[in-house]
């Protein structure tokens, strides 16, 4: 452990804001690259769905 | 072409199947979602609290654990949409197109991320938010590239057109990607004084490389997670019409 | 006697290439001559854009001398990129490039013509309009040389880089911004080291070096990009 306090781990002696801004960056990042394929499998299933519904309904 | 089946492995033939690849993908996702999980965090963990402090640039070089890993990530994304993409013109392998469509919008993020935070870490190392760097430089070009080939996916409506004429694309652009970090580099050194050297660092000691290789490898499940749910949306969607894909809807 | 006639024939092949390059050639040409409103908009727009230069940034004869190599090649490149967009596309709209691509001949040397064809349309005049440019923008006049030579050298690079971002997009209703977007990045080393070789030349560096990388780049560009506009072309035209 490189920090004697909490506050000592928020500051990065002094750097802080710029540590932070890295890692949230890095953060958002990530879940957007495994959220938006997420969201994308559910409409390309519902829409699916939908489709295969009306083809049996026609049929 | 008899012969070449006994020497090409199994596996690869058995990828052309898309249902084959869909199903394999969905076996080896949950497994790859726990390492990378579990490495990312290990690894943030790890850079954040227990590598020691840089003799130089103090704590602000705990940005190398996202820097690095994004970077190295962005460049080998590249060459495989650019390998899957030779397989699939070569081969005639749709899995192969698809692999290399859903690598692309990764690969570009990623270079986004690199870039990020390259610049962040500029502003206290160099102080300023830009600085022409010849490794910033290479990659703000490969950003140019990665979203030139998402442009001409999103150009093209027909789906295997897009996806051959992104193969070349990014075929051509793999071959110059040396090229052009020859001549950044060569630039680089033309107009930047030495002092800007951020690569340059001492030789690192294992208390700092060690969480730097997990998150590497963090990010490397991470890329083989985002790249197999994208590969497999894109083989739902480009494989409607099937059978299989109609019963597996039926069943959710 | 049977290697006389494997001579012969090889000799016949030779010359059967050479006039299929010859005839694509001259046939390109004098579509050009015929309407020449795309031979002459990107000379006019090489102008304009250096002319923006002095004019946005600042009619200082110094600071426009220090800038001068890389407006030129600049304005080179984008005159370049903007008259790309017809190389194919004629062609490709009355059906002559399916006919060409059904065709036996070989596309590498069909394609390799076309692009000579576009260079001596917009490089070719480019590199002889330079020198206007470089006055016009105080270009020390050693540099001019550099200048000439390396937009002679670098100028068929963007022809053969640029076609295959035509032919990539040839079937496309828009596709001129795209071939920028797709292009551009790949321009970057020939710009690098052609502006570096302009200012090489005015500073009274030795130049061998820049022509021969430039000269380098435009020989892998000869050998690898007919191949890549070959295989463009294909996907473009029959899917």
Known sequence: ?59 | MSEKKNWMPRWFYQLASPRWSYEIMGKLLPGFAVAAFLFLIAGTVWALLFAPPEAYQGNSYRIIYIHVPSALLAQSCYMMMAIAGAIGLIWKMKVADMVAKSCAPIGATMAVLALATGAIWGKPTWGSWWVWDARLTSMLILLFLYLGVIALYSAIENEAMAAKSAAVLALVGLVNIPIIKYSVDWWNTLHQPATFKLTERPAMVPEMWLPLLVMVIGFYCFFAVSLMMRTRNEILVRERRASWVKELVEKQ | MGRIVTNESANSEASSVLSLFGAVLKRDLMLAYRKKSDLFNPLIFFLMVATLFPLGVSPEPDFLAQIAPGVVWVAALLATLLSMESVFKSDFEDGTLEQTLLSPQPLFVIVLAKVLAHWMMSGLPLTLLAPLLAVMLFLPAEGMSGLMLSLLIGTPTLSLVGAIGAALTVGLRKGGVLISLLVLPLYIPVLIFGTSAVQAAVTGLPLAGFFALLGAILALGLVLAPLAISAALRISVSG
Do not use: C, T
């Open chain 1, 1 to 59: 452990m490189n920090f004697d306090s909490f506050s000592d781990f928020i500051a990065m002696g002094g750097h802080g804001f710029y540590v932070w801004l890295s890692y949230a960056i890095a953060l958002v990042v990530v879940v957007i690259n495994i959220v938006n394929p997420a969201l994308q499998k559910k409409k390309i299933v519902s829409d699916l769905v939908r489709r295969l519904r009306r083809e049996n309904k026609s049929s």
